[in-house]
């Protein structure tokens, strides 16, 4: 069984390709053969969040047109050995994408023993968010708590709701699951942030993982290493969280409540 | 924060954002039909099967999908003219 989970958001910067990236690795680190794939179709990123943007020869276009296998435009992940990255291209138009290309793809990738197929969307409501959504069975939402960012989510709703394959056929729902990120408890308690129940109220969706701001994924993202793999970080913590809820464990949420300080912090300042 | 936080009573701006948005959110939904993009095509089919029977309006015919505990309800209604009673 194969697996295909779009990350998605309508808004561009709310961490779409930070979050593929991360639980691309965690599902693979918990030994589930993982491809994520590209699909901002002339700005490629995964790549460098991924840190692998020096071995791209071929990219997904290239598959799409037979210009060259589709094991040889897989890129093996070096730390991670069930985990492969599929480059968007970045020369082409956006057009060059079509449905039949990209389920062509995914289907060789379940006859190639692929666990999880994680897309990550370009930004907007265009072609190629509506490819990356349109074979899903799953949809990550990723929302910052900001008010621009959740009606963007609300129109991405609207359409994983109608225009996917799923939907067409009458085949059940695409699972939608949201990922809140940036987060920052201390501005939630002060009521100067949306909280985790906030969002998910007006949404009406379940939360598979809540993420902190973090200085860390800018390091990560300067290293080219998923955020997920620095052990000491919240973030990875949180990302670590998101990835069990998605294999259907039960986790706790962590994160989102501010540290209690005591007395003399508060009077004080810290 | 410090003492002279204790004094000061900022907005809740959180606050104002969820109204906003419950507001603005909700008013999209409707707009966008709120369901399928199939209701339209629907509408009109079902409208031209009653209009085999009886003559009715085109506005006399509404169709709504609602959404409730995660449950979908299509909603159809037709008013007949007054003659055809």
Redesign the interface.
């Known amino acids: 069984m194969t697996e295909i989970i779009v990350v998605t958001s309508g808004k561009g910067g709310v961490g779409k390709t930070t979050t593929s990236a991360s639980l691309a690795c965690g599902l693979a680190r918990r030994g589930k053969k993982v491809a994520v794939i590209d699909f901002d179709i002339g700005l490629r990123n995964l790549d460098l969040i991924m840190g692998c943007e020096r071995r791209v020869v071929y990219d997904f276009v290239n598959v799409i047109q037979g210009e060259c296998t589709l094991k040889q435009a897989l890129i093996k992940d070096k730390r991670l050995e069930t985990l492969y990255v599929l480059a968007a291209s970045q020369t082409r138009d956006k057009d060059a994408l079509s449905s039949e290309g990209v389920r062509r793809v995914f289907d060789d990738l379940t006859a190639d023993g692929f666990e999880y197929i994680v897309c990550d969307s370009p930004a907007g409501i265009e072609k190629g968010a509506h490819l990356a959504m349109y074979f899903a069975d799953r949809a990550v939402v990723v929302v910052n ?3 621009s960012s ?2 963007d989510s ?2 991405i709703l ?1 359409l994983l ?3 996917t394959l799923r ?1 067409e056929q009458g085949n059940g729902q695409v699972k939608e699951h949201l990922l809140l990120t940036r987060y920052s408890p201390k501005r ?1 308690a ?6 985790v129940g ?1 969002v998910k109220e ?2 009406g969706l379940d939360v598979v993982g809540v993420v902190p701001e973090s200085v860390d994924v800018l390091a990560a993202s300067n290293a080219g290493i998923p955020v997920i793999l620095n052990e000491n970080s919240d973030v990875s913590r949180a990302y670590e969280d998101a990835v069990a809820r998605l294999l259907g464990e039960t986790v706790p949420l962590r994160f989102v409540d501010e540290p209690k300080k005591g007395f003399f912090a ?5 | ?3 002279l936080a204790l004094f000061r009573r ?6 104002v ?2 109204e ?3 507001i ?2 909700q008013q ?2 409707n707009a ?1 039909g709120g369901g ?2 199939y209701l339209p095509l629907l509408r009109r089919e079902l409208l031209e099967v009653i209009r085999k029977y009886v003559n009715v309006d085109p506005a006399a015919v509404q169709i709504n999908v609602e959404r409730e505990d995660g449950q979908e309800v299509l909603e159809f209604s037709v008013a007949l003219p007054e003659k055809a009673r």
């Not at chain 1, 002060?190 to 909280?195: C, D």
């Open positions: 708590p900001e008010v959740v009606r609300d129109r609207g709701s109608a225009k939907a939630v002060t009521g100067e942030m949306m909280s906030d007006i949404l508060r009077m004080f300042g810290g | 924060m410090g003492l900022s907005p809740p701006s959180a606050h954002a969820k906003r948005l419950r603005i959110i999209e939904r966008r399928p993009d």
